[in-house]
């Protein structure tokens, strides 16, 4: 089974900056892609970023300039890094990873990690 662990939620004041991480586990595992969606109150979930296994990153035009995902192959994890951070980007933040596992496709989320943008 694999599980995403995710970290580095928080409380932050507009104009600061946050890092999350995120960490896959599992057995015979190959991630295709990873990537963090969001779900502000009375909003739609949306992608915020993605980055394949050849670190080809996309962004939502919202957080352009302001967020850089990365990744680890190594150690099977993805990060978001957010500065100039605005008080719409409150959100619950989940991550996401496409997985080639036992001979098939398979799509896994995190448990979601708050981000509040507030003063």
């Known amino acids: 089974q694999v599980q995403l662990v995710e970290s580095g939620g928080g409380l932050v004041q507009p104009g600061g900056s946050l890092r999350l991480s995120c960490a896959a586990s599992g057995s015979r595992l190959s991630i295709i892609h990873m990537g963090w969606y969001r779900q502000a109150p009375g909003k739609q979930r949306e992608l915020v970023a993605a980055i394949t296994a050849g670190d080809s990153a996309r962004y939502a035009d919202p957080v352009k300039g302001r967020f850089t995902i990365s990744r680890d192959n190594a150690k099977n994890a993805v990060y978001l890094e957010m500065s100039s951070l605005k008080s719409e980007d409150t959100a619950v933040y989940y991550c996401?990873?496409?997985?080639?596992?036992?001979?098939?496709?398979?799509?896994?989320w995190g448990q979601g990690a708050q981000v509040t943008v507030s003063s």
């Open positions: 996401y990873a496409k997985v080639w596992s036992e001979s098939d496709f398979r799509h896994y």
